[in-house]
C-alpha cells in the first residue's frame, strides 16, 4: 500500500515568508508526527497528535511554528516569518496506535530559506 | 549535554565485515530502543526495536540494551555494500500519563560504508 507522503520534496522560500508543509499518513493512522532534521544530525520531534488533537506539541521551537491536523488524516506544518535558521528536512511519521515502534516516516520536505 | 550520544563516525569496513553500532543515553525513563536506517534523501526505515533490556536477532542483524549502563548496540554481521547508509538509535518512554508515548528521542547518526 502506499507510505507516508509529503508535499512539496523541495521548498525554496525568502527569509521572512511563511510556508506550509503537506503530510499525508497511511490510510487508517490514528498518530501522526513532525520532525526536523537538521544536516548531520538526527531527527528532532516537534509535534505529535492522536487523531485532530496535538497531544504533545513541547518540540515547537517557538510560535512561529503551528500544526494542524483537522480531520484526523491531512496534517499540515505551518512556520511563520521563516529564518535561516529553520532551513531543514522536515519529516512526517505515522503510526496506526501511537505506539513508538510503528512510526512509518516520510521523504521529508527539504526546506531552504535564502 | 544531548540526552541521546551516539558517534557520527564515518565508519567504513570491508564486505563481509562484522560492524558495531552503539549509543549512550541519559535518559532511565527511556523504555523502548529503536535502531533506524535512513538513505540519502529518504526517510528512516524501521530496523529493529527493543523493549527495556536483552537482546534480539532479525537476520544478519543483532540489537542489545544494557539499561544499567544506558547502552545500546546494533551489530551487522556480514556486512553488505547494500547496508551502506546512516543508522540512528532511537529512543522513547512508556506511557506516563499518555502525552510522551511514542514521541522519539534520535542520536545523531552513524554514516556506514561497506565497501566490495
Known amino acids: 500500500g502506499a507510505g507516508v507522503s509529503q508535499t512539496p520534496s523541495n521548498k525554496v522560500t525568502e527569509k521572512g515568508k511563511y510556508v506550509e508543509l503537506r503530510c499525508d499518513p497511511i490510510s487508517g493512522h490514528t498518530a501522526l508526527y513532525w520532525y526536523r532534521q537538521s544536516l548531520g544530525q538526527g531527527p528532532e520531534f516537534l509535534i505529535y497528535?492522536?487523531?485532530?488533537?496535538?497531544?504533545?506539541d513541547s518540540g515547537l521551537p517557538n510560535d512561529r511554528f503551528f500544526a494542524v491536523r483537522p480531520e484526523g488524516s491531512v496534517s499540515t506544518l505551518k512556520i511563520q516569518r521563516t529564518e535561516r535558521g529553520d532551513s531543514a528536512v522536515y519529516l512526517c511519521?505515522?503510526?496506526?496506535?501511537?505506539?513508538?515502534?510503528?512510526?512509518?516516516f516520510g521523504p521529508g520536505t527539504r526546506l531552504t530559506v535564502t | 549535554q544531548k540526552e541521546v550520544e551516539q558517534d557520527p563516525g564515518p565508519l567504513s569496513v570491508p564486505e563481509g565485515a562484522i560492524v558495531s553500532l552503539n549509543c549512550t543515553y541519559s535518559?532511565?525513563?527511556?523504555?523502548?530502543f529503536m535502531w533506524y536506517r535512513q538513505y540519502s534523501r529518504k526517510g528512516p526505515e524501521l530496523l529493529m526495536y527493543t523493549y527495556s533490556s536483552g537482546n534480539k536477532e532479525d537476520g544478519r542483524f543483532t540489537a542489545q540494551v544494557d539499561k544499567s549502563s544506558k547502552y545500546i548496540s546494533l551489530f551487522i554481521r556480514d556486512s553488505q555494500p547494500s547496508d551502506s547508509a546512516t543508522y540512528l538509535c532511537?529512543?522513547?518512554?512508556?506511557?506516563?500519563?499518555?502525552?510522551?508515548?511514542?514521541?522519539?528521542?534520535f542520536g545523531q547518526g552513524t554514516i556506514l560504508t561497506v565497501h566490495p
Open positions: 497528535f492522536q487523531g485532530t488533537g496535538a497531544a504533545d
Open positions: 532511537a529512543m522513547s518512554e512508556t506511557p506516563a500519563g499518555g502525552t510522551s508515548y511514542g514521541k522519539l528521542t
Open positions: 535518559n532511565s525513563a527511556f523504555q523502548y
Open positions: 511519521a505515522s503510526s496506526p496506535g501511537g505506539d513508538p515502534y510503528e512510526q512509518y
